[in-house]
């Protein structure tokens, strides 16, 4: 989610019973492309494309010996869990080593539970961290934020809510004030 700026409901159902194709992600939207070295995901329906009018494509580029490559760790997991195209994307094995669909409450969880192991407190952070996270990460690479706008398929400019400054970017903007005042009133000039 952080990567791609979707929604959970896009990626997982509320439960098991609740899939729906359409909606949520399956096997077949999700798919790599060697060449690009990358992963294509085709969303059909979103909050802001309710009536399929269009697809709203993505894709996530890899990065060959990282250890958070999205692209292996995509490959790694398809060999885990082998599923039909048209079955949920995110399955885990439950206890009876059935695969099964990942839900709200599984997602959850698991944010959760990573967020404890770093160290932070896991009542501060849900599923939808990740979307929020990925905004700012994405607006504080300094990339213009139409592509920002453009990843989350946000129709509105509330995105830009989500981001928070850091001490990097503060120092950035008093950086770039002071050399405009400096330009304007040179060091001897009157």
Known sequence: MYALRVYRSN????????????????RCDVVFVPELYALRLTLRETKTLQFRER??????????GAPLDPV?????????????????????????GVLQPLTFDGLASGV???VALL???????????LRRGGASGAL??????????????????????YYTLGLRDMLRISAAMLS???????????
């Open 11 to 26: 990626l997982v159902p509320g439960s098991s019973v609740l899939f729906e194709g359409r909606k949520h992600l399956r």
């Open 55 to 64: 697809e709203h494509v993505i894709f996530v580029t890899g990065s060959k």
């Open 72 to 96: 292996r760790l995509y490959q790694d997991y398809v060999a885990a869990h082998p599923a039909a195209p048209a079955d949920p994307f995110f399955m885990f094995r439950g206890a009876d």
């Open 112 to 114: 959760k539970e990573l």
């Open 119 to 129: 160290g932070l407190d896991p009542s501060q952070y849900a599923s939808h961290s």
């Open 140 to 161: 504080a690479s300094g990339l213009a934020p139409f592509f920002t706008r453009f990843q989350g398929d946000w129709k509105s400019e509330c995105y830009l809510r």
């Open 180 to 190: 405009q005042v400096n330009r304007a009133w040179p060091a001897g000039g009157s």
